[in-house]
């Protein structure tokens, strides 16, 4: 038990976390009557908030975004069941990929030719495949949530001076009120990570499963520690700056499934602007302020300089992921369409034995023909939109590490 009190002290010390000066007491919740301190036993609420927004999430998949989803011809229906071959079976479990060293061995232990067995498991490969109805509900939700996030946010934000000049997310500091609309953008935020850290073991597999599962929990914990350290106020800019783009890429990819295919091509463009605009506009200039405006406002502390590297860290990624998303442009643009999703299903073949290219809506075409291999591109964001967000996206600087 000393050994956890000494660690507790040496990894919460105020020499690390807080301002010169300034110690926990000093911003605890009633420390002072004109100032409403954020409250860290608070972060239990976003827990059970996350099981209200599955429930609300369940609810809108269930009796509207499905429907709707069938009203548009969107497939609901799985390809057929592989038959059940426990020795395949067992294979199978151990890996998803089929290696041509198993071949002879399986052939003689099931009783098959090879290419009954290749055909088995391009099958049972099939089998594990969401359709494209799940898909398209996935992405729905995960549009109406940013939507509603954004539209939030810049309603909470609108009155404060720091959406104004970010300046004012110094002034003050640490000694900065939590308002009531502050803490529920907080406390909803980081209910809907929850949510998908929780649901993503049963949303559609991505081939960066566990990257945005990182990224998720990372998000968390830098949204926790920034709501500890009273940074709340760059915390909200860095959500609403990241949530903005994120509408487009889902909303893309949900017309994607839809088989509007000029509507995606649009809505991709607008996405692409608007995702240059946030992350290489708006966001360095958050950037800026709190490696250059900062530090001539408030005493440098530990804690500023992980936060800050953090900040540095996510914008470099934002350039990555503004390479990748100007490439899929260029190439759709030369391909003359914007087809597939660079973080399809981990199980998913992109081609098949006879060579063709399988395409969003389940068609296939030649090789020689195909159009861009990656358009609507899940980036999350990240954390993003890396995935995720860049799925999601996707992790927001002193709040969270990309989307």
Known sequence: ????????????????????????????????????????????????????????????????????????????????????VPTLEAAYAKSSRLDHKWLAPLSKQADMTERQIERWWRLRRAQDKPSTLVKFCENTWRCIYYLYSFIFGVIVLWDKPWFWDVKSCWYGYPHQSVSGDIWWYYMISMSFYWSLTGTQFFDVKRKDFWQMFIHHMVTLLLMSLSWVCNLHRVGSLVLVVHDCADIFLEAAKLTKYANYQKVCDAIFAIFTVVWIVTRLGFYPRIIYSSSVEAPRILPMFPAYYIFNTLLLMLLVLHVIWTYMILKIVVDSLQKGLMSGDIRSSDSEDLTDSSGNVRVANGSTRSKSKSGSAAAVAGTGTTGGVTQRKVNNHTADGATTATK
């Open 1 to 84: 038990m000393n050994i956890i009190n000494k660690f507790n002290s040496a990894f919460w010390s105020t020499d690390i976390w807080l301002p010169p000066n300034t110690t926990w007491a000093d911003i605890a919740p009633g420390s002072r009557p004109d100032v409403v301190y954020a409250d860290y036993r608070d972060l239990i609420w976003p827990i059970p908030l996350a099981a209200v927004v599955m429930l609300v999430r369940y609810t809108l998949e269930r009796f509207w975004i499905s429907p709707v989803g069938k009203s548009l011809g969107i497939r609901s229906s799985r390809p057929k069941k592989a038959a059940n």
